[in-house]
């Protein structure tokens, strides 16, 4: 998974062709550190996806214009839109993270 640092950066990632997933997360949040526990089964079952993470304290107001109120957060993204959000309350299982992007993605 790869790290978003700028706000360029996020924008230029966003505006993929293809969907990708994006991880908001904070290092003082338990919920997101539990989720990284799980997360590599993720990956590697969503691996045909491109994967970033953003860390919500470091790009000020990045989380606030996607309306990410709680993190962890699963964000999907396609030629710069928002297609998906799974907001924090249900990101605390593998299963109901998976279940999303199957959702989603197919």
């Known amino acids: 998974m790869e790290h978003i640092q700028t ?16 991880k908001f997360y904070a ?8 989720m990284n526990m799980f997360i ?11 994967w970033y993470e953003v860390n919500s ?3 000020k107001g990045i989380a606030e214009k996607y ?10 993204f ?10 924090s309350a249900y990101t605390k299982t593998p299963d109901s993270v998976t279940e999303f992007l199957h959702q989603q993605l197919g």
């Open 7 to 22: 706000e360029e950066q996020f924008n230029e990632i966003i505006n993929s062709e293809e969907p990708v997933i994006v």
């Open 27 to 34: 290092d003082w949040c338990p919920d997101c550190k539990r």
């Open 40 to 50: 590599d089964g993720i990956l590697e079952e969503f691996n045909n996806y491109k």
């Open 57 to 59: 304290d470091e790009i």
């Open 67 to 76: 309306e990410v109120m709680g993190i962890p957060g699963i964000l999907i």
């Open 78 to 87: 396609q030629n710069g839109e928002k297609k998906a959000h799974q907001h």
